[in-house]
């Protein structure tokens, strides 16, 4: 293993599952080796491993999701507008607000 494989790893944490028992949301955490720096964007996958789905996309850190007590949204961190900032996403239609 060389040093720049280290920018190649990735790795998922802090699973959440859906009040349904159905889906589960985790952080998949990755590098930028032009920035150096740790990122990380919310994925959703069935429960049974099937459909495994990015949420969000970019080069930010969205982390600490949860799940609404109904599974219709959900609730998360981000700083992809520049500051870290709560944002509620609907599982359904994938608006946000913030």
Avoid: C
Wanted: charged share 25%; hydrophobic share 35%; proline share 2%.
């Amino acid at each position: 293993m060389e040093m720049i494989d280290f920018f190649n790893i990735e790795s998922v944490s802090d699973p959440q599952i859906s009040p349904d028992g159905n889906r589960i949301i985790h952080v998949r955490n990755f590098k930028d080796i032009m920035t150096d720096r740790n990122l990380s964007n919310l994925w959703v996958v069935n429960f049974d491993g099937s459909e495994n789905r990015a949420l969000t996309t970019g080069n930010q850190n969205d982390f600490s999701s949860r799940w609404s007590h109904d599974g219709k949204r959900i609730i998360y961190k981000s700083n992809k507008d520049g500051s870290l900032q709560l944002y509620l996403r609907w599982m359904d239609s994938g608006s946000e607000k913030f």
